[in-house]
């Protein structure tokens, strides 16, 4: 199901620079296995996606400048602090707590993935442009078996995407310009910015990135080089 | 032939983080190769170990403030131009002299690195930790095969090695003690300089760094943890 593919602006692509989290990893089922195993006394759908949404209220701190630069690991342990008073999770060790931040950490790839990226690999350079620091990335790209040539963050450029000094610094990092960087990703605002910028851009659909329970639009935008179901069909549509 | 290991020392490292002229790739001989390839009238031996002699002077300007940040391929060029002046290279365009100068994105690696780096990626974290930019290690790495879990540079500390900034940032990017990273080098400066920042330290000979008519002392120092002629020498002696 590729649709709006436009072989010749794709012709131009050299570097893939990929969204992580709901594009790459399920964030949701891995983060509920934590949850899970840890045997905690709560609403484990309602944790997961209150932890999640707890995100983008955290890097709007930053990006305000009310918060200085701090990691996706700090932002995430700030959001877990609140959720476990919240939820009366109270009796966690630190140890207990640092390890379950480590959670992000430890993401599962979606089943997709490592097929997608290996054969999107052998004819573009691949790298992430995450939010999560370079850390996190490193260590869930170990663990998942995630390809990449390189692993490019938020952390790199000291500002979170959406600022554009993130999409521009993928072709800055490559001394290509924007129109030869693809930004791939499961969200539609990250990928309106990219293209603001003059990237190129592939629609992933990721429709359980929130779980079973709550709906995802995953419809087609016209305004995307690429849409496609997974990585895999990325690939296929890129000549991979 | 392994001299000095520490095997109490070695057995808390978590990351291993690498050099890359001299002690992965094997800079001499691909710049050889590639003004070879342009038929330029010029001592080869030369020009290849005066391009390399230049980077050093080059990178205490930026440390020194002279100059403002500026990548390793703005300073490969600036010294590129001025050899192409004193050999009295004065007919090159603009496009062959950013392609001479792309050789350094291009190097290959020594015979043993991508088994030795394979090998040692099985049990541990391996990064590189080089003065070279982001896009320069990926473009090499991706065309010798590198299979890096991250590529750190000092383009990603905003410092260059020898700076502390350096060394320390490798253990702030895994959030890990400093104790539990080893740099791995075949410059015993630049271990002395990690080793001062509580790093451990490999020793890789490369004899032939400087080519075959420049005489390289690769004997051992005992103040670092490990001592191997190459990277399949190391994976065996850190038990991969």
């Given at each position: 199901m590729m649709e709006h593919m436009n072989p010749q602006l794709a012709a131009g692509t050299k570097v893939l620079a990929f969204d992580v989290f709901g594009t790459v990893v399920d964030w949701y089922k891995s983060v509920m296995q934590e949850l899970g195993a840890m045997n905690l006394d709560v609403d484990r759908n309602k944790f997961t996606l209150a932890w999640r949404a707890g995100y983008m209220p955290a890097i709007q701190k930053v990006m305000s400048g009310e918060?200085?630069?701090?990691s996706i690991d700090d932002l995430h342990r700030m959001v877990l602090d609140e959720l476990l008073e919240t939820f009366q999770v109270?009796?966690?060790?630190e140890a207990e707590k640092r390890n379950l931040n480590k959670a992000w950490h430890r993401l599962e790839a979606w089943p997709d993935a490592v097929e997608g990226l290996t054969r999107l690999k052998s004819r573009y350079t691949i790298c992430t442009m995450s939010n999560g620091n370079i850390g996190l990335l490193a260590n869930m790209s170990k663990s998942a078996s995630l390809p990449w040539d390189c692993i490019l963050s938020a952390e790199v450029f000291r500002?979170?995407?959406?600022?554009?000094a993130t999409y521009l610094g993928v072709a800055q990092v490559f001394d290509i310009?924007?129109?030869?960087v693809m930004m791939v990703a499961a969200h539609q605002d990250d990928l309106a910015h990219a293209r603001a910028c003059g990237l190129q851009t592939a629609y992933i659909e990721r429709p359980l990135e929130y779980g079973p329970f709550q709906h995802k639009d995953v419809s087609p935008n016209a305004d995307n080089t690429l849409h496609a179901r997974n990585l895999v069909e990325l690939a296929v549509a890129l000549g991979c």
């Open positions: 918060l200085g630069w701090t109270l009796h966690l060790t500002k979170y995407k959406p600022d554009p310009a924007p129109g030869e």
